[in-house]
Structures are given as structure tokens and as C-alpha cells.
């Protein structure tokens, strides 16, 4: 049983050890030379996107044994044998994203960074304005 | 740092030469936050503004994200009055918490 329980802890260790590669690699490709793209030459000028970059990602693992017991119907052997028994399980999750926060042309010596505006985010925060809005005047109005 | 298991890194960072010729050369600027642990990790990668080299001239021009101003103070006012409902609504219970 100790060969399996190793066994088992090898497995996991080894798990562990490549989901630590797979976030270092997720990592790595938010590296800070990813948030400017590759200049764009459109007419005279050349065309550069900035971008916000971000990834986020974490992991889990778990292992552990314990006895078992299980009750032998035999009425003539031991009434109860003991096992023990093993497990392992993981699991993880994560996200990346990127969204557009300027444009920047290079015109010669002059450069002119035109913002992007993100409406559906603006939007969101303004009905979350409104739900506060909303609440605070529901509570003005009420009397004790 | 965070705690022992964590670590906090940020940092704004000029990357190389983007664009430009022999005489105009432009260096982004990009805003690096790192949190990371044992078994998780976030990188959030933020451009800053592009600084424009011409001979020994440094320019900086600097990029403004409106989106998340525009939010921050939008989410900023959404909580204040969060806030003074949620006063007003316990100041007229008596200070006593009915759910």
C-alpha cells in the first residue's frame, strides 16, 4: 500500500509540475511587448494599436489516504478487515483578455494618439449610476 | 509583497524603438502589474504613453485610457450614493438591522 500511496504522489507532484509550466507560459505570453502592435504603414502615416493586456489563472490539487473498513459477511472470519485507500484530483481555471485603448499615428516626427472609447463598458457603469440612483431616491422619499 | 506565498511586482517599462527612422525613433511605455502565488497568477499589461526620440530631444506623449476614467468615476459616484441610501435606510430603522 505505501508503494501505491508514492505512486500516487508521484502522479501528483508530476501534475503539479506541469500545470506550474502551462501558467508560466500563460504568463509569459502577457509579456508588456504584447500591449503595442506592429506598426501599420496606411498612406504617409503609420498605425499603431495599444492595447490593454491582462491573464489571469490559478490551479488546485489535492491527494490524501485513509483506512477503510469494510465488514466481511463471513461469520466465521474477522468481522471487519481493514483496507486503506488512496485519491487525487485537480482542477484550475483562468482568463485573458485584451480590449483597445488607443491608436497611435506616426506621422514623420508628429504623433497623435486617438483614444478608443469602450461604449458597452461605459454603458454598464452607467446603469449601475442609475440602480444607485434609483435606490438612494427610493430611500429620500420613504418616511419613517 | 503580498505574503510569503505571493509576490507583487509593477513596473513601467520602455520598450524598445516601435517605430521611426535614424533620426526619429518611438519608445512605448507600458505599465506592468504582476501579482502571483504558488498556484495562481494575474498580469495585467497597461500602455502608458509613447515617448518620441528625435536626436537628443525626448518627447513624451502620453495615452489616456477614457473608458476606464470614465468608469472609475461613474463607479465611484454609484457607490457614494449606494452609501447615503444605505445610511439614510439605517438611520430610519433606529440603527437596528431588520435585513
Redesign the interface.
Known amino acids: 500500500m505505501d508503494d501505491e500511496y508514492l505512486q500516487t504522489a508521484e502522479i501528483h507532484l508530476e501534475g503539479q509540475k506541469q500545470a506550474l509550466g502551462v501558467i508560466e507560459r500563460l504568463l509569459d505570453a502577457a509579456r508588456p511587448e504584447a500591449v503595442f502592435s506592429k506598426p501599420v504603414q496606411v498612406g504617409e502615416k503609420q498605425v499603431i494599436t495599444a492595447s490593454e493586456v491582462s491573464v489571469g489563472l490559478g490551479f488546485g490539487f489535492g491527494f490524501g489516504s485513509g483506512p477503510r473498513m469494510i465488514t466481511n459477511l463471513d461469520p466465521d472470519a474477522d468481522a471487519v478487515e481493514e483496507e486503506t485507500g488512496q485519491g487525487s484530483g485537480g482542477g484550475g481555471g483562468g482568463g485573458a483578455g485584451a480590449r483597445p485603448v488607443a491608436v497611435i499615428a506616426i506621422d514623420g516626427d508628429q504623433v497623435s494618439v486617438q483614444p478608443i472609447f469602450d461604449f458597452t463598458k461605459i454603458a454598464l457603469a452607467f446603469i449601475t449610476l442609475l440602480g444607485s440612483v434609483f435606490f438612494m431616491g427610493s430611500q429620500m422619499k420613504k418616511r419613517k | 509583497m503580498i505574503n510569503k506565498k505571493s509576490q507583487y511586482i509593477s513596473l513601467e517599462?520602455s520598450?524598445e524603438s516601435?517605430?521611426?527612422n535614424a533620426?526619429?525613433n518611438?519608445y512605448?511605455e507600458?505599465r506592468?502589474i504582476?501579482l502571483?502565488?504558488k498556484?495562481?497568477?494575474?498580469?495585467?499589461?497597461?500602455?502608458r504613453g509613447?515617448v518620441?526620440q528625435?536626436d537628443e530631444h525626448r518627447k513624451r506623449?502620453?495615452?489616456?485610457?477614457?473608458?476606464?476614467l470614465?468608469?472609475g468615476v461613474?463607479?465611484a459616484?454609484?457607490?457614494l450614493?449606494?452609501t447615503?441610501?444605505?445610511i439614510?435606510?439605517y438611520a430610519?430603522s433606529g440603527g437596528e438591522n431588520h435585513g
Open positions: 517599462k520598450l516601435v517605430a521611426g533620426e526619429v518611438y512605448p507600458v506592468t504582476k502571483s502565488g498556484r495562481w497568477g494575474w498580469v495585467w499589461n497597461h500602455p509613447i518620441v528625435k506623449v502620453p495615452i489616456i485610457d477614457f473608458t476606464r470614465i468608469q461613474v463607479y459616484i454609484s457607490f450614493l449606494f447615503i441610501g444605505a439614510k435606510k430610519r
